[in-house]
């Protein structure tokens, strides 16, 4: 029986969705040197801004790279919560934006965390726009699917020049965050 | 019937072959509103440094974004051309820069294009980091299967900021190299 675990990240345009996307499968398949997938679609509503990425990993061929069960629902927008979470596993794990999603869901069969992700990228890691990197920090410590080591290299292969320590910063703060650890008043 | 278009771009770490294979999924996608998936797979060999990346374009619903049929294969290094050209379909394209791989295939059912791509984006644009850019201008201006205002909207949306105008100018001259024009000594 071969294994096989389908993050799902999901936000606005612009959000950084897609880098988070290929950071996560290049931190797997390149550093830790499994088989894994990544892959983003559009069709016409992508012009409405929505933004999403999948990675799937496995311990076979992956022939079949679509997430269409996932295991690991990231969303920072309402409307990607609304769209994607019926797609999560009953045993799965939604982690959301606090302060932007509402998980409005009776009795959900999955797991539920939510942190003030995007307010904690801007006002203690300093950059809203590392958000994205905020939230691969929690995936990786709610998870245990990629080594922290492995992360790290993959986040400082993709960043601009200059910009290392801020994600570095933000990597840290997603762990931080995912521990439970209190960062605003 | 519905009609499918793969785009396969391949080469090695660092030739920003992911890079183009986001902005040309963003370009049809997002810009000219069509169903597009783009994949890329790492496995134990990606630490090789091998690179690539796949488009697949459908008027209809993308329930399968492998390409294990490629329409289309730019490829940058020998090792990917040995790699993939086994898996273009006998009425496809190969478009492959001249300087570094060599087509060695007797009678080969596909069609072949070579261009020194990377030594054009080097001495001509002027950075070899903008050879990805010039390639996906010679896929466009091979295959029609993106709008060129569409392209360029893509490409500028996900370059550096700085970058713009170095960037525009690798876009046009895919366009000039693929329509056949003479840029190099």
Redesign the interface.
Known sequence: MTERYAVRQSGS?GQGM?LAG?IL??A???YD????????????E??GGASRSDVVISDGE?????AEEIDLLMTLTQESFDNYHKSLKPDGILIYDSDYVKPNVKNPPFKMYGYPIIRVAREYVGKEIVANIVALGIIAEKTGIVSKESLEKAVLARV?KGTEVLNRRALETGYLLAQGKKLLD
Do not use: H, L
């Open positions: 345009g897609i290929v499968a290049e797997v398949g390149i040197g499994k088989n894994v997938a990544q892959t983003q679609s559009y069709g016409p992508a012009r992956i022939d079949y790279p679509k601009p």
